[in-house]
């Protein structure tokens, strides 16, 4: 069982009991603030609780005994997921994201505490070569986040999302083993 304590958070595997919490986070809570902010690009349907429920239990480690996706925990409360997927096996390229769903924690260093350190779990526990992360240029807090963690802007699609009716750019950041090993270890 992954279990990873930090200053201000923990990243662990979910229960059943915080599949629900997210379940109220990402679809049932009447403000959806964090939807506003991560891929609002993205047409999404909403699911029944059985059928989030199905897709986490169905959902397949990355690598042995490393999920695809833990939760955040803050005193207690589930407060949003880090995740991954992959972008291409043969060459060990993972995706990487992160949400909040609780904005009364945004702004106070737990998405960085939180991100670096499911970044750093997923170089130390497998082989990947590459970790990266696509979001929109108005997103500037997760952009700031990938850049703490030492990620680099690696490709800007020029007014490839569109978000409430106006053009943004696509972004694409990464970090590759070798640098990460340098600033980490």
Known sequence: MIHIEKKKVILREATWEDI???YYWKYEEMNQEAKKWNGPYIKE???SRVEYRNEWKNDSDIYPGV???LVIE???EV???VGSYWVDKYTNWLETGIVIYNPLYWNGGYGYEAYKEWIDF???STKLHRIGMSTWSGNIRMMKVANKVGMKEEARI???RMVEGHYYDAIKMGIL???WEITYI
């Open 67 to 69: 999920p695809s996706t």
């Open 122 to 124: 997923l170089f130390r």
């Open 177 to 179: 083993r070798k640098e």
């Open 20 to 22: 629900n919490t997210l």
């Open 158 to 160: 020029r007014d490839a």
């Open 74 to 76: 803050v005193d207690g």
């Open 79 to 81: 407060i949003g997921t």
């Open 45 to 47: 349907k909403k699911l």
